[in-house]
């Protein structure tokens, strides 16, 4: 398929989105519980730039935006892992093992994804079908080819997920 005609590119800024995170391994070691200041981009592969059929940028950003406020500072858990075990959910305190570890942590300080890992390309794929969700909701009918969006947890260091509109 030849690449689309334009792209429009969104990004977060860098000290918008700062979360802790442990990516599980196949063999069942993890990463120590750790923490990022993640950026974000977006680029929207385009059929038409005219001013009749533009894309208002805040289809991108108000979800983007909403995302960076719900995770900002948290803890984000892959609740789909299977090396993950919720123990105890009091709503005051997540006891939870991950990779036979031990953890209990404040219930507000915590994010349950439905996902299999914390990794960046597991963070850029979630990232990628919510956003899609609401660009299918928000933007011109086929204006949107596809969608790729980067997680960046270091600079030079992440995962994209592209995602096509029709799919």
Known sequence: MPRAP???????????LYFGHMTVYPD?????????????FVDLDLSDASMARMVDLNHVLV??????????E??????????FEVVRDDGVELEYRLCGDRYVCPRADVVLL????????????YLATT??????????????LGLDLRVEE???IGASCYLPMAE
């Open 154 to 156: 270091l600079p030079g």
């Open 63 to 72: 979800p983007l935006h909403a995302i960076c406020a719900e995770w900002k």
């Open 28 to 40: 069942g070691h993890k990463e120590r519980l750790h923490g990022h200041n993640f950026r974000i």
């Open 131 to 144: 956003l899609r969700g609401h660009l299918r909701r928000l933007a011109p009918d086929g204006v949107v």
């Open 114 to 125: 439905p996902i299999e890992n914390c990794s960046v390309e597991g963070l850029a794929e």
């Open 74 to 83: 948290r803890l984000l858990l892959a609740a789909g892992n299977p090396r």
């Open 6 to 16: 334009y792209r429009l590119h969104v990004a977060t800024e860098p000290d918008r």
